[in-house]
């Protein structure tokens, strides 16, 4: 009977058919190798809660992201609960979770830009790389994320290709935006 | 100011990625070519010289009128440095001058028209200098204060002035002070609020990048009134150049003595920290804020208790805008008065806008409030690129509204925005042409907001959600009238129930577009006729 | 002690100075609608059903966690007021995957008590039907969180009073969501005392005993106040 009705629960609910733990799978106790960076991190904020943001800014640029041993590092570390520390974690845009593709844009789709054509901008990248707009994994090298205003309104539209902020970009005609970004070094993946 | 020849090269972020730097090199390199010392002709790198749009941007000072000149490269430096030395032994302008194109006229509108009160030091002071910060006057009112006035005279001061919060909401300033004051005794915070997440906004940025001293020199004034001793500056994390340049800031003040302990002599200490957000909208919320400095999940809280009573670690804390803030020092330079005589009456002295959008002239600007909009769009701004009408004027980003061009003529002040169905917000303008579709900028604001929802009250986390699917039928094409009746009851419901601010001004660009381009949207229905039939929304 | 006094839909009330408006309005016997609210636990007023109107406020305050005051005038069921938590119930029941008839708490569930309460029967607003998952990893317990209405009531009963702080809020806006541990399997999260605490309180569906089937849960919402009073007043449940 009871199996019987969680099975039920399980279809009621269209949960996808392989649970998302099974995917993970992680050992909570043992994690895979401490890094003593994370440490010294820690102590030179002297483990103070409120210093947690600031610590997962550095153990981020350590990193490149925030994988969950090394969450689980930073709780012990300063003493915080562990589901703390991810709903931090997970709350703020700039933090990852996931390993980040070795190249990213992140296109500007902030009320200036969009007037200036910021969404005809991401159309066209999301169609060169062949990735959707904010799927962290892109492509596995390339992937492409939105912004919400970069504070370079004057001189929208603007793209920052990993780490670059480009400026000015005209969406009109597209092959001249189509140099922009072959200059830039975005591939050409798919065919138009 | 300067009788020294110099060139002023914008080294703010703006002009950065438009290659001021490389520029600034190609000018050293071009002086010291032109056999010039640097003592001769000084190539300062300063802040923010409003027309973002036309950089990199170069001043020219000399014994005449100060020259500008925009969308200049590397290979101008020449023509440039010749032009300094040109202007400075007086000899004639050449007649086919090379940088005809370039030249700015600083009799245009766009420049004659502001009044820099804030921003009196961005495009002036060398950023990263605190001794140029000094030598411009920064400081001397901390120490004026310090050694003249008592917390109480200061706080008179800038209650006279009738200062008004300029992160949005519009608060008096003095009140909000006299009430951290006021408080038992015991700990207090001062906090500055530079999250400025509004889209189209990029005037605490600018402050920041260009004059971060003056912002300490206001902090620190505002520490003294209050009775903290410690502070922050929670910037957002999008910001690096201004968090780099604000970090160097508060590290010289430091090791002049200016930050710490027995500051001035005196039994005044204040320690001051940076903060860096990491990406979320709402922290800009002061309740959220706060908790975010505390290391927490960025959830606003219900006020009561305001900040001001229970803020950082239950103290009672001061939480200012940026432009709060930078406003002060001057405020005390000249006194309360000078500053109130500046406005209208309710909103007193000056407000920076960040012009953006279809528009000719993009940047910073800062004009007296009460400046009819019409002045500050078409006038300072110059219209529409094309010469064709604009269509509307956003301010306020996602908590604002759309300003149709039939109201232009309201003068900018807290008031009559807010009577528009707009707001002040923070100073972002957004200027949109004929083909802008305002149902499409409703969804593109609510989009913004659902993706910036907290998530911890029911009416914004979900609401947002269903309002932005409804707005995808207009865009689509496919609303019918029962969609207009449940967009209107929708926006109402979310806009008084919310637990903060995100919430409560999430439905404001549809409501305000609703009001005055109500036609487009009637016009998106699947069956036009039916919806323009069911009303609905009252004007 | 001192006292103040207060109208409530045009009834004199007089309640203990720090009591909360929703005291006073059950003072009242006003019957105003809570969900996340759970006495014993700190207020966070995030399901706004509670929100009332209080003369010379322009806005509508959330009586959870609005001290009430000398002199106050409140309304709590004016027409704007049910419209309001009507649709605050649609949204609610929009928003996951509220299968009555087949869930644990059917009959024993605040949810659909408060839809009966504000006269909801159906939703204006189209059903999300959102991908959710359950964790079933714990030996005694589950978490649906297709019937989670993320009052976070179980976040604070775990921290404010069994001290384990098994639980918090993962990610934000809509996709919101109850985590253990680093958004763990429930089973796996070491801090977890399955002293079901959560369970009790849980408003709906979402957190049951493994040997509970269809309609047969039984939540117990009183025991944070009680266990506050013990710990903070040294009174215990049987003085
Ligand atoms: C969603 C939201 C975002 C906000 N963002 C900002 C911001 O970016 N900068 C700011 O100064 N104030 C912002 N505010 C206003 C602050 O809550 C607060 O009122 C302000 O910092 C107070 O400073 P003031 O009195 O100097 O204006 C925001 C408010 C809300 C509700
Ligand atoms: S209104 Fe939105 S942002 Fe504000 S508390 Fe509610 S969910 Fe969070
Ligand atoms: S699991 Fe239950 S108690 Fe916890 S937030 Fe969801 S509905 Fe509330
Ligand atoms: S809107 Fe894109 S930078 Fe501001
Ligand atoms: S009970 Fe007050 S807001 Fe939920």
């Not at chain 1, 904020?45 to 590092?73: M, N």
């Not at chain 2, 300029?166 to 005794?185: F, H, I, S």
């Not at chain 2, 500056?233 to 200016?258: D, F, K, N, T, W």
């Not at chain 2, 505390?294 to 009561?304: F, H, S």
Request: hydrophobic share 40%; charged share 20%; glycine share 10%.
């Amino acid at each position: 009977m009871l199996h019987a009705c969680r099975a039920l629960l399980t279809v009621a609910a269209a949960v996808a058919s392989k649970s998302w733990w099974e995917t993970i799978a992680m050992t909570p106790s043992a994690p895979a190798s401490t890094d003593p960076r994370i440490a010294q991190v820690i102590r030179r904020h002297g483990a103070r809660a409120d210093a947690l943001i600031e610590v997962l800014h550095q153990v981020q640029e350590l990193h490149g992201y925030l994988a969950p041993e090394v969450l689980r590092e930073v709780a012990t570390g300063m003493g915080l609960p562990l589901s703390r520390v991810h709903g931090v974690a997970s709350f703020y845009h700039l933090f990852r979770l996931e390993p980040p593709t070795a190249h990213r844009c992140a296109v500007c789709l902030g009320t200036a830009c969009y007037v200036k054509g910021g969404a005809q901008v991401a159309a066209r990248i999301e169609q060169r790389l062949g990735v959707r707009l904010d799927d962290a994994a892109g492509d596995g090298v390339w992937a492409l994320q939105h912004v919400s205003c970069l504070g370079a309104c004057g001189q929208a539209p603007v793209l920052v290709v990993d780490g670059e902020l480009m400026t000015r970009l005209s969406v009109d005609p597209p092959e001249a935006l189509d140099a922009r970004l072959e200059a830039a070094g975005l591939p050409q993946r798919t065919t138009t | 100011m300067p009788v020294t020849p110099q060139l002023r090269c914008c080294d703010a972020s703006g002009c950065r990625s438009a290659g001021g730097q490389a520029l600034r090199r190609a000018l050293e390199e071009a002086r010291d070519a032109a056999g010039l010392t640097a003592e001769a002709l000084a190539i300062k790198p300063v802040g923010c010289l409003r027309l973002c749009g036309s950089g990199p941007l170069v001043a020219c000072d000399g014994p005449g009128p100060s020259q500008l000149f925009g969308g200049v490269a590397p290979e101008h430096a020449g023509a440039l440095i010749a032009a300094s030395v040109a202007a400075n032994d007086g000899s004639a302008a050449v007649s086919d001058d090379p940088l005809a194109a370039h030249r700015l006229d600083l009799s245009d509108p766009f420049f004659a028209l502001q009044q820099p009160v804030v921003l009196e030091g961005c495009g002036q002071v060398n950023p990263e200098s605190i001794d140029d910060a000094i030598a411009f006057g920064t400081y001397a009112q901390l120490h004026r204060v310090l050694q003249e006035l008592t917390p109480e005279q200061v706080r008179d001061e800038v209650r006279r002035s009738g200062l008004r919060g300029r992160g949005g909401a519009g608060y008096p300033t003095g009140l909000k002070w006299d009430t951290v004051a006021l408080q038992p005794p015991g700990p207090r915070y001062v906090v500055c609020n530079a999250d400025e997440g509004d889209p189209g906004a990029f005037m605490d940025r600018s402050v920041l990048e260009s004059d971060p001293h003056r912002l300490i020199e206001g902090m620190a004034i505002a520490a003294y009134a209050v009775g903290a001793e410690r502070g922050f500056v929670y910037v957002r994390a999008e910001y690096p150049l201004a968090i780099e340049r604000l970090r160097l800031a508060l590290q010289q003040a430091r090791s002049r003595h200016l930050l710490g302990n027995h500051i001035d002599g005196t039994s005044f200490n204040l320690r001051l920290e940076v903060r860096v957000g990491a990406g979320a909208y709402v922290c800009g919320e002061e309740t959220a804020l706060l908790l975010s400095i505390q290391g927490q999940r960025g959830m606003p809280q219900p006020r009561p208790p305001f900040p001001a009573q229970s803020g950082l670690w239950g103290a009672p804390t001061l939480i200012n805008n940026v432009e709060t803030f930078t406003a002060v020092p001057a405020i005390l330079r000249q006194g309360g008065h000078w500053y109130a005589g500046i406005g209208t009456e309710h909103s007193k002295g000056t407000k920076v806008f960040a012009l953006s959008g279809a528009v000719v002239n993009t940047g910073l600007v800062e004009v007296p409030m009460g400046t009819p909009l019409r002045t500050v769009v078409e006038v300072i701004g110059g219209g529409v690129p094309d010469g064709s009408p604009i269509k509307a004027v956003q301010t306020g980003g996602p908590s604002g509204g759309c300003i149709p061009a039939e109201r232009l003529d309201t003068p900018v002040d807290y008031e009559s925005l807010l009577e528009l169905g707009s707001m002040m917000g923070s100073g972002g303008m957004v200027v949109m042409g004929a083909s802008t579709s305002m149902p499409e900028v409703a969804r593109h604001f609510m989009g913004f907001s659902v993706n910036e929802s907290c998530g911890k009250c029911v009416p914004c986390r979900a609401g947002t959600v269903q309002l932005a699917q409804l707005l995808d039928r207009f865009v689509e094409h496919r609303a019918t009238p029962a969609d207009m009746e449940r967009l209107d009851a929708l926006c109402q419901m979310v806009k008084v129930t919310s637990l903060c601010g995100l919430g409560q001004s999430a439905p404001n660009p549809v409501l305000s577009t609703l009001r005055w381009f109500r036609h487009e949207y009637e016009a998106a229905c699947r069956e036009p006729a039916a919806c323009v039939a069911a009303g609905g929304v009252e004007r | 002690m001192s006292v103040v006094t207060l109208t409530v839909n045009g009834q004199d009330v007089a309640v203990p100075a720090g009591a909360s408006l929703l005291e006073a309005t059950r003072a009242a016997e006003a019957n105003v609608p809570t969900l996340c609210h759970l006495e014993g636990l700190t207020p966070v007023s995030a399901c706004r059903l509670c929100l009332v109107e209080v003369e010379g406020s322009s806005k509508l305050l959330p009586a959870c966690s609005t001290a009430a005051a000398e002199g106050m005038v409140v309304h709590t069921h004016t027409p704007r007021l049910r419209e309001y938590r009507r649709m605050t119930v649609e949204l609610i029941f929009a928003e996951g995957n509220h299968v009555c008839a087949v869930c644990v708490a059917n009959t024993h569930c605040e949810l659909q008590d408060m839809a009966v309460t504000v006269g909801m029967d159906h939703s204006r607003f189209p059903y999300q039907y959102p991908q959710r998952l359950v964790d079933a990893t714990h030996p005694q317990f589950t978490l649906d969180h297709n019937r989670c209405i993320l009052c976070t009531r179980c976040v604070r009963v775990c921290d404010e009073i069994e001290g384990a702080h098994v639980w918090d809020i993962g990610s934000r806006g809509g996709q919101c969501h109850i985590v253990a541990g680093l958004d763990e399997p429930w089973g796996q999260v070491q801090a977890c005392t399955s002293c079901g605490k959560c369970v009790d309180v849980c408003p709906t569906g979402a957190l049951f005993r493994n040997s509970d089937t269809t309609a047969e849960k039984q939540p117990n919402t009183t025991l944070p106040a009680l266990l506050r009073t013990a710990r903070e007043q040294r009174r215990w449940h049987n003085q």
